[in-house]
């Protein structure tokens, strides 16, 4: 199903996460992947990536900073042209985002 697709997977800090199972699954079906990571979080998912088939790379993301979403944006795009899917696996929600406020918290929200 996934086998020549171009996927994006976010949150990939353990073995143990989602992120991590998906792109494992997505690279032994045959997709290309890319993980994202940021501050001391990106040389977590360097380390880890070192364990999935193929040792995928690893670009920087701070979702919360829209330079960095527009860079990841236009380095897909040279790379690949498209983009087939991605995974937000991105395991962090301020405060105002729980009880149910999930959408319609602001972006500047920390």
Do not use: C, Y
């Amino acid at each position: 199903m996934v086998e020549g697709r171009k996927l994006l997977v976010t949150g990939v800090l353990t073995p143990a996460s989602i992120g991590f199972a998906v792109a494992e699954r997505a690279l032994a079906s045959g997709a290309e992947v890319v993980l994202t990571g940021f501050g001391r979080g990106l040389r977590i998912t360097q380390r880890v990536a070192r364990r999935l088939p193929g040792d995928p790379d690893v670009l920087e993301l701070d979702v919360n900073e829209p330079a960095q979403i527009e860079a990841l944006a236009a380095e897909l795009n040279s790379r690949w042209g498209r983009l087939d899917g991605v995974l937000h696996a991105i395991a962090f929600a301020p405060p105002d985002a729980l009880g149910g406020n999930f959408m319609t918290t602001p972006p500047e929200s920390a």
